[in-house]
């Protein structure tokens, strides 16, 4: 069975600057993908951030990228300037898949909260 | 394009009630889920279907939850009797590779 860690239950940074969360996981899967997710008080589930387990290349997504250390089973993000709006709860999360998605396996989360 | 749609997003009731939820996936989205979030915690999967086949109950507490998913389309999910343990909110995802794209969730409070 997979595991993920977040062991960062809460979190707070000033405005404009760059906060790093944390995660791990466990698996013996080869294949697999993983996810930062991010729910705002709206408890709407918004995909932040995916990474493919054999891309060695670390994904970015405009102020969002992430350090993927593969051997460590480490899966960080890093949001860069940091805004107001990115106040959340933020959840990593981990799918082994061989081809159709399976259900996905989260952490607890962190809460982020921007202060301005 | 319209997004994962579920409802009603809150419902409250007496423990020992039954309660259904429902949920509109992505157009054209062959796979469907439903999670359980409880307060503080990150989503458990409950029950996964392929079309309209069952892919992982696993974790669904069959003798008081059921699902199904009538022409690999919308779903529903019911609880018959609710306890109080299952106050919680649903929330439905559905995927056409391996990205998983979630509704609003269902806020259930069971008193």
């Known amino acids: 069975a997979q595991t993920v860690t977040q062991s960062q239950p809460e979190m707070s940074v000033q405005e404009a600057e760059t906060v790093t969360l944390s995660c791990t996981y466990d698996?013996?899967?080869?294949?697999?993908?993983l996810f930062w997710y991010k729910q705002p008080p709206s408890r709407q589930m918004i995909l932040v951030i995916r990474q493919e387990a054999y891309k060695q290349q670390n994904a970015t997504e405009n102020r969002f990228s992430v350090n993927f250390q593969k051997a460590a089973k480490s899966f960080s993000l890093k949001i860069s300037d940091s805004q107001l709006g990115d106040t959340a709860m933020y959840f990593c999360?981990?799918?082994?898949?061989?081809?159709?998605?399976?259900?996905?396996?989260f952490g607890k989360g962190t809460h982020l909260i921007i202060q301005p | 394009e319209a997004g994962v749609a579920q409802s009603p997003r809150y419902k409250i009731i007496e423990k020992r009630q039954s309660v259904a939820f429902w949920c509109n996936p992505i157009s054209g989205h062959a796979t469907l889920y439903w999670y359980q979030q409880i307060l503080g915690q990150g989503p458990k999967l409950l029950i996964q279907f392929q079309n309209n086949g069952v892919v992982d109950d696993s974790q669904l507490p069959k003798d008081r939850f059921s699902a199904e998913r009538l022409k690999g389309v919308d779903s529903t999910l019911k609880i018959q009797p609710a306890k109080l343990e299952d106050s919680a909110v649903y929330l439905c995802?559905?995927?056409?590779?391996?990205?998983?794209?979630f509704g609003p969730g269902t806020r259930l409070t069971v008193l």
């Open positions: 999360a981990f799918t082994a898949s061989g081809g159709g998605a399976d259900g996905l396996t």
């Open positions: 995802a559905s995927s056409l590779y391996d990205t998983q794209y």
């Open positions: 698996t013996s899967e080869s294949n697999y993908y």
